[in-house]
């Protein structure tokens, strides 16, 4: 009934990859370039989507684009709860008047799997706000913020997080021609390949906050699977659920009755 209040912790980029508490010092690689095509965008694998394939899905493949940087934490010893708001803070650069960036926050498991749990995306020319476009002065370093909006997600043991920057997450975002053609604009010119960077030194440390909460400040949930086997021995609730797909929503349905009569009880 009442919405956790997270610590925000900062988890730094780094050159060699790494994603951890620790701001980068001096002497680090201090930068990661790469090159953005709109012509070979990086396609969109699941998401918050209404026409095309959706959810948590396997990132793996198109984080070994040359187009993407991945930053991996190390995996964790014990669950990492987090319930808050993701927000991302960027030190970036492009040779062209206009880019995008986007930002994927997801979940790396110890089979290899990369599930996406947010994403978002910042226009350079919106980043200002308002109604006007304020266009990029060519290899100029610009401090930029994007929001992933909110998530209520458990890390688990052995787990890793990764983020990773592109510029491109397409057709999810529509692309952007890095000519600075507004969109309203019935030609959208020619198409320009940008050399994008991302900052990830002392002077230009860019991260991601994450919402850490304890454990105790989370609802407690209900594991229907864990009963249904406890009260049946040898019966494997995923067996079950192969075999009648609907079951699941009769096991809630059950259980509902049963809070219901439990709360009506105490009254």
């Known amino acids: 009934e009442t919405f956790p209040e997270p610590t925000m912790v900062k988890y730094y980029s780094h050159g060699d990859g790494s994603l951890s508490t620790s701001a980068p010092v001096e002497g680090e690689t ?7 095509d709109p012509a070979d965008p990086v396609p969109t694998v699941g998401g918050n989507n209404l026409d095309m394939p959706c959810g948590p899905l396997d990132q793996s493949e198109i984080d070994q684009r040359t187009d993407v940087l991945t930053f991996d934490t190390p995996a964790f010893d014990s669950p990492l709860p987090l319930t808050g708001p993701l ?43 308002g109604e006007t476009p304020v266009y990029m002065s060519p290899n100029e370093v610009y401090k930029v913020e994007v929001s992933l909006w909110n998530t ?14 592109s510029s491109s997450n ?20 020619e198409m320009i ?24 400040q989370l609802p407690k949930i209900h594991n229907l699977k864990a ?15 192969k075999a009648h797909p609907d079951f699941l929503g009769k096991l ?16």
Do not use: C
Request: zero cysteines.
């Open 30 to 36: 201090d930068s990661s370039p790469y090159v953005f």
């Open 152 to 165: 209520s997600y458990v890390v688990a043991e052995g787990h890793a997080l990764r983020v990773a920057i």
């Open 252 to 267: 809630v349905e059950i259980e509902n009755k049963n809070l219901h009569a439990k709360k009506s009880m105490m009254k």
């Open 227 to 241: 009963t249904f086997e406890k009260s049946v021995p040898g019966v494997k609730a995923d067996d079950v659920l």
């Open 170 to 189: 397409y057709p999810r975002f529509s692309l952007n021609y890095n000519n600075g053609v507004l969109l309203r604009n019935p030609n959208p010119g």
């Open 87 to 129: 927000l991302a803070t960027l030190y970036v650069s492009s040779d062209a008047i206009d880019t995008d960036f986007m930002v994927r926050l997801s979940d790396v498991y110890p089979t290899g799997e990369v599930r996406l749990i947010q994403d978002s995306a910042i226009r350079m020319r919106w980043r200002e706000g």
């Open 193 to 216: 390949v940008a050399k994008n960077v991302l900052y990830h030194s002392a002077q230009y440390p860019s991260y991601f906050e994450l919402p850490v909460v304890s454990k105790k």
